[in-house]
């Protein structure tokens, strides 16, 4: 079965610093990677996707991630952060099987808190 | 237009007790996941419907747990003799269609405590 890991569970910036979360995954096969993110009060909502072409991915609020498969792995960075990005942050993945399907449930990774000191 | 839902809120209930979970998905998305968040699991997939059937229900911890969906809309998640380790964040997830190149659209979830 396929599993995420997140190197880190906590991560502490001043705003302007640059941001970079790992996300490493477990699975032969094909897969799509996504990045969700959970603000204080919110929903889970989707930041960026990365399905097939070009690796280096960008999202909303300035965030990208770069696939690199020789690695599983499937980092997210942003340049700088800013207060408003304290969050926590899933890496998630869905796997394709033979036939080329998915049903598309998501695997996660155990999650990263970034707090974003002003 | 409005997003995904989930009701109650917030649900607290005694051990043994049977609870209902509620989910209304995004108007057209014929894909709806149910997903449980608790400490020391993380974000775990439970069941996925497709329509009114579930091709996966592999997530489902154990035969306490059911789901069904009606109409292609509504869903709800039942609980049967709830124990401690029940308790959690079940979140409730709809999309267009569930083949992994559709974004997922997640509710608020319902934060069940069982004591």
């Given at each position: 079965?396929?599993?995420?890991?997140?190197?880190?569970?906590h991560?502490?910036?001043?705003?302007?610093?640059?941001?970079?979360?790992?996300?490493?995954?477990?699975?032969?096969?094909?897969?799509?990677?996504f990045?969700?993110v959970?603000?204080?009060?919110q929903?889970?909502?989707l930041?960026?996707?990365?399905?097939?072409?070009?690796?280096?991915?960008?999202?909303?609020?300035?965030?990208e991630?770069?696939?690199?498969?020789?690695?599983?792995?499937f980092?997210?960075?942003?340049p700088?952060?800013?207060?408003?990005?304290?969050?926590?942050?899933?890496c998630?993945?869905t796997?394709l099987?033979?036939?080329?399907?998915?049903?598309g449930?998501?695997?996660?990774?155990?999650?990263?808190?970034?707090?974003?000191?002003? | 237009?409005?997003g995904v839902?989930?009701?109650?809120?917030?649900?607290?209930?005694?051990?043994?007790?049977?609870?209902?979970?509620?989910?209304d998905?995004?108007?057209?998305?014929?894909?709806l996941?149910?997903?449980?968040?608790?400490?020391?699991?993380?974000?775990?997939?439970?069941?996925?419907?497709?329509?009114?059937?579930?091709?996966?229900?592999?997530?489902l911890?154990?035969?306490?747990?059911?789901a069904?969906?009606?109409?292609?809309?509504?869903?709800?998640?039942?609980?049967?003799r709830?124990?401690?380790?029940?308790?959690?964040?079940?979140?409730?997830a709809?999309?267009?269609?569930?083949?992994?190149?559709n974004?997922?659209?997640?509710?608020p979830g319902?934060?069940?405590?069982?004591?």
């Amino acid at each position: 079965a396929q599993s995420v890991s997140q190197h880190n569970h906590h991560v502490i910036l001043s705003e302007a610093a640059s941001l970079e979360l790992g996300c490493n995954y477990s699975y032969g096969g094909t897969v799509n990677l996504f990045w969700y993110v959970q603000y204080p009060g919110q929903h889970l909502q989707l930041l960026l996707k990365y399905f097939s072409g070009d690796p280096l991915v960008k999202g909303i609020k300035g965030f990208e991630a770069e696939f690199i498969k020789s690695k599983f792995s499937f980092n997210l960075r942003k340049p700088s952060v800013q207060w408003s990005d304290t969050a926590e942050y899933f890496c998630a993945v869905t796997t394709l099987g033979a036939g080329g399907t998915s049903y598309g449930k998501l695997t996660f990774g155990q999650g990263t808190i970034l707090t974003v000191h002003p | 237009g409005a997003g995904v839902s989930q009701s109650p809120s917030n649900k607290v209930t005694e051990k043994g007790k049977d609870v209902e979970l509620r989910c209304d998905p995004i108007s057209g998305h014929t894909a709806l996941y149910w997903y449980r968040q608790s400490l020391g699991q993380g974000l775990e997939f439970l069941i996925y419907f497709q329509g009114n059937s579930a091709p996966d229900k592999s997530g489902l911890p154990s035969d306490r747990f059911s789901a069904e969906r009606t109409g292609g809309s509504v869903s709800t998640l039942t609980i049967q003799r709830t124990q401690q380790e029940d308790s959690a964040v079940y979140l409730c997830a709809s999309s267009l269609v569930g083949t992994g190149y559709n974004e997922q659209f997640f509710g608020p979830g319902t934060r069940l405590t069982v004591l």
